[in-house]
Structures are given as structure tokens and as C-alpha cells.
């Protein structure tokens, strides 16, 4: 049988974590995908799947070092648009349209 004070203390746990689970509601920064909390939020203002800051929320995690051209982003291949499509890191940063016929 309970007794009266684990009755009370039992109460008590519920009302804290009501009150926890309350005040985490009230996060709406917070994006929940798969059941999971994930930050930052995905900021993809070129809509390529690519976010910055780099983030688990958006498609792929990696950061997109031009938010503006879905065309660029890390590991990008080059698209022959006399621009480079690359990040600084990548293999062939800093060329513009290498492979690309003149």
C-alpha cells in the first residue's frame, strides 16, 4: 500500500513534470523531426536541402557557404555557370567551371 507520503511525493513529480513538459511547448524555435528535438532550425534560403548554419535539421547537415545559389554548396560538382560552385575546402575551390570547355 502507498502511504501518505509517497502519495505526496508522487503527486509532487507529477505536477513538476507537467510543468516541464508545459514550459518546453513554448520553444518554438525548436524543430521536432523523427520525434526528435533538433537545433539549430534549418535556415535553407536557396531551398537546396543545404543550411546556414550548418544544421541535422535540414536535408543534408553539412554547411551551404552561398544560402542564395542552390548551386553552390560543399561537395558541390561544378554546373559550367561561370561561377564557382565549390566551398573553401573543397577540391578545385577557388576555379571556375574546371572541366567545363572555353
Not at 23 to 50: A, E, F, M, T
Request: proline share 6%; glycine share 10%; with cysteine.
Amino acid at each position: 500500500m502507498f502511504s501518505r507520503k509517497a502519495a505526496l511525493i508522487s503527486i509532487g513529480l507529477v505536477c513538476l513534470s507537467i510543468i516541464l513538459l508545459l514550459s518546453l511547448g513554448g520553444c518554438s524555435n525548436i524543430s521536432i523531426v523523427n520525434q526528435r528535438y533538433l537545433w539549430p532550425p534549418c535556415h535553407d534560403n536557396d531551398k537546396d536541402g543545404y543550411g546556414n548554419p550548418k544544421s541535422v535539421s535540414c536535408e543534408f547537415p553539412e554547411y551551404d557557404c552561398n544560402d542564395n545559389n542552390p548551386d553552390v554548396y560543399f561537395g558541390a560538382p561544378e554546373v559550367c555557370d561561370n561561377i564557382d560552385n565549390q566551398c573553401q575546402g573543397d577540391t578545385g575551390y577557388g576555379l571556375v567551371d574546371e572541366g567545363c570547355e572555353s
